[in-house]
């Protein structure tokens, strides 16, 4: 099928060829005819990493192949989405070990990007419960890749956003659960001290985050409202919540039907989001319980959301600094951005905890800020001088979500690099690329 296409960013749109196949033979088919293609899930990655003239949708490889009750182990095809494993598995007492801001995701395009959720401090990415999983490499070959297996394609795979070859299934442990609810607990913090020490405070929270003001100057620059949470067991429902405490997620009913016209955001828009978002809590904290789905996925409530960034589309700035030099790098990165004017809706703050280097994986021990800008003609400059700001504190940006990020910058921010490229040019003979790795000189 030939189909004008773009991830989640609207930007950029091209015309692809995608082809969907059901089954292992056919994936090595389209391998076998030697054209430039990506592997493709649900296209929640922002920028370009799954874009390319030919794509591989793994639409079809959505089956569950086996479960191990007594111990959470999931099998399943590598198209299966985090919405659908939800569907069936909370009702049986288990979660996500890890889960991103979406549940419209793909199990494969999980591993590619190694995603992290709001427990990073506490439980690593995605690729830390994955205990196995097949991957077909660019010459057809099929591969059984875990830590005790072919471990150099296994940890190159993860977070490898697909240059490895088609991930077809993945076999992963669920986390238990006694109930679907989360004891929440969300704390308006007055500045960017405040909330620095707050995380520093929940270090033993499972699950923590904050929304913070990009464009709050003086004495609330910084200020937040800081968001942390445990799974909540079942004597802690209210009445109403123990008539089903494993409920299942409902599907959104919202829907943005068109593109809002770009005038619609600007400087004064996102300041005045920001401002009725910080005082909407009258007190400085709430205590309650929510049920997943409003704690871990608000956004998915409305489909298309998206569509509010207008037609040219908008891209998601990601970065992570390291833990020691962070207040200071938060100052000069989120000052800059108050400099420029360029306010996002959404910026949020997490705090990730020790992690191996590997290759191309992005978290770091350190502060990570997700801000969403729209595409516009200053956009790019912003963000090259971003860049410099977060490699001058040793930091990296997020693959996942980019869309302009250039080769030398890679090669400085990522140890690993230049051997990820080295591998991937290896074992992948210019067949599988993306017009992200194409743009980075990946390949
Ligand atoms: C609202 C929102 C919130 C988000 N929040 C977070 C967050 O909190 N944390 C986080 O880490 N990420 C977050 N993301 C990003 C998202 O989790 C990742 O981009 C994820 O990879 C998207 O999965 P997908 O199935 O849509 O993959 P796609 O977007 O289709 O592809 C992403 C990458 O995976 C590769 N890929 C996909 N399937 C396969 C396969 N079968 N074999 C090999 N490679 C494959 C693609 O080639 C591409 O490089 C968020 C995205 C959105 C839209």
Redesign the pocket.
Known sequence: MKASIA??GNYPWIDAEIVAPGNEDAIIDVLNKNQKL?????????GD??LQTHIIS?SK?NHFLAFDEQHGILHCQ??V?FDEILKIFVPKGWFLPV????K???C???????????NHHKEG?FSDHVLFFH?ILPNGQKMRCSREENQDLFHL?CGG????????DVCFKLKKIETAFIRQENIKAANLDEVIRLFEESANWTYSMAWIDCLSKGKSFGRSIMMRGENAMLNELSQKQRKLPLKVHSDGKLNVPFYFPSFVLNSFSVKAFNFLYYHKQTTKEIKNIIHYDSFFYP??AIHHW?RIYGKKGFT?YQFVIPREKGREGLIELIGHIGKKNMGSFLT?LKLFGKQKENYIR?PMEGWTL?MDFKIQPSLWKFLDEMDEIVLKYGGRV?L??DVRMKPHFLLHTYPQASSFIDRIRTINPHIIS?L?SERLEII
């Open positions: 991830n989640w990506i592997p493709r899930g649900l296209g929640r990655c922002y990493s799954a793994t490889l590598a198209g989405s889960t991103p801001g979406t419209f995701v793909t494969g395009g999980a591993l590619a990007s190694d995603v992290h959720g709001k990415t991957l795979t956003m697909g240059l490895t070859g088609i991930i077809t956004l998915d998206n998601q949020v992005f997700a997020y996942t979500k993306s992200q």
